[in-house]
């Protein structure tokens, strides 16, 4: 059974700090990995999505890598700012299971200005 | 482009009531899942359709229960409301599954309540 963790839960920065969320799955097998963004109340917003034979993927300040064979994902996020105060999902797609997503728990974060 | 929709935003129901809840897919989408997000316990798993068959189902009772229309629309209902079926309920869609796995795009959910 795939399962995804995530460290650390929360986190706390000022602006402007760079910053480094961290993913691990027991199962290698995976199509794809996908992080998301979760406003409170509200649905997921995908940040990024990183093929199974990829290593990273990068959009704007956000950077993923993806190293597969020991279940280890990344999120960086450069310059940090307010508007990055939200829980980052990570996800994976595969493993025992095609298709569906497995969740990890989250990191809350909190950029003050 | 119009991105994943849900209807209602809100239902309040009782227990031992069902609930309908509703989603339509990104325009060119045929894949759509389920997700649930209870307090405590994370996003899980529910359901998942494509060209209008269920493909995958996650770990919930068969009062979990739901289906694709010809128009990639998806309807998930839920009989017999418990309690601790109150929640978060996300819909995703994607494009068709290519043996790849497919980026998939979240709409704002439905949240609902059972008194």
């Known amino acids: 059974k795939q399962e995804v963790t995530q460290i650390p839960a929360a986190l706390s920065v000022p602006e402007g700090e760079n910053l480094v969320l961290n993913c691990s799955f027991t199962?290698?097998?995976?199509?794809?990995l996908q992080w998301f963004r979760q406003d409170p109340g509200k649905g997921l917003t995908s940040l990024l999505l990183?093929?199974?034979?990829?290593r990273e993927q990068t959009s704007g300040r956000l950077n993923a890598s993806l190293d597969k064979s020991s279940g280890r994902s990344t999120l960086y996020i450069a310059a940090s700012q307010p508007g990055d105060s939200a829980t980052y999902l990570c996800?994976?797609?595969?493993?025992?299971?095609?298709?569906?997503?497995?969740f990890g728990q989250g990191t809350i974060l909190t950029v003050h200005p | 482009e119009a991105g994943v929709t849900q209807s209602p935003t809100h239902l309040i129901k009782t227990r031992g009531q069902q609930a309908t809840l509703r989603c339509s897919p990104i325009?060119?989408?045929?894949?759509v899942y389920w997700y649930q997000q209870a307090l405590g316990l994370g996003l899980q798993f529910l359901l998942w359709?494509?060209?209008?068959?269920?493909?995958n189902r996650g770990n919930f009772p068969p009062r979990f229960s739901g289906r694709q229309f010809p128009n990639y629309s998806s309807e998930l209902n839920v009989n017999a409301l418990e309690l601790e079926d109150s929640a978060l309920y996300l819909c995703?869609?994607?494009?068709?599954?290519?043996?790849?796995?497919?980026?998939?795009?979240f709409g704002p959910g439905t949240r609902l309540t059972v008194l």
């Open positions: 996800a994976v797609n595969g493993g025992t299971s095609y298709g569906k997503l497995t």
């Open positions: 995703a869609s994607s494009l068709s599954w290519t043996g790849l796995g497919n980026e998939q795009f």
């Open positions: 359709y494509d060209e209008g068959e269920e493909r």
């Open positions: 990183i093929q199974s034979s990829q």
């Open positions: 199962d290698s097998a995976i199509y794809n």
């Open positions: 325009s060119g989408h045929t894949s």
